[in-house]
């Protein structure tokens, strides 16, 4: 998971294994979160509410014959878009790291340490 402001600086990221579902991961306190559709489910949309958090996340696509249900949108705003775009920009730049797009190291301390050095690197480009 990786957290970045509007220009797609990382200020953080968490890195867990595969069995940590990431919507538990997710429920941090920012004041805005904007994720994907993975993310889109009633009990993370309460558990958001709940901490007064503003949310942008696209519905996930459903059948034809769904119907809309009271309180949740139909079809995600195109600002939502946009403002994913800075952190896919970001994981793209981290792409450019091929020790980080296959993981090639067996402990994890080592990979995690990659992504810091990689994280780091990034902010310092951009920062620069």
């Given at each position: 998971?990786?957290?970045?402001?509007?220009?797609?600086?990382?200020?953080?990221?968490?890195?867990?294994?595969?069995?940590?579902?990431?919507?538990?991961?997710?429920?941090?306190?920012?004041?805005?979160?904007?994720?994907?559709?993975?993310?889109?489910?009633?009990?993370?949309?309460?558990?958001l509410?709940?901490?007064?958090?503003?949310?942008?996340?696209?519905?996930?696509r459903?059948?034809?014959?769904?119907?809309?249900?009271?309180?949740?949108p139909?079809?995600?705003?195109?600002?939502?878009?946009?403002?994913?775009?800075?952190?896919?920009?970001?994981?793209?730049?981290?792409?450019?790291?091929?020790?980080?797009?296959?993981?090639?190291?067996?402990?994890?301390?080592?990979?995690?340490?990659?992504?810091?050095?990689?994280?780091?690197?990034?902010?310092?480009?951009?920062?620069?």
């Amino acid at each position: 998971m990786l957290v970045v402001d509007g220009h797609g600086v990382p200020l953080g990221f968490h890195l867990a294994g595969a069995e940590q579902a990431e919507v538990r991961l997710a429920e941090q306190r920012p004041a805005k979160l904007v994720a994907g559709r993975g993310y889109d489910s009633a009990g993370f949309r309460v558990a958001l509410r709940r901490r007064e958090m503003a949310m942008y996340i696209p519905p996930k696509r459903r059948p034809v014959d769904w119907r809309a249900k009271r309180g949740r949108p139909v079809v995600a705003r195109k600002d939502d878009y946009r403002r994913r775009y800075s952190v896919e920009r970001s994981f793209a730049w981290l792409g450019n790291c091929r020790r980080l797009l296959i993981r090639w190291e067996r402990l994890f301390r080592v990979y995690a340490s990659w992504f810091t050095v990689a994280v780091l690197r990034l902010c310092l480009r951009r920062l620069v």
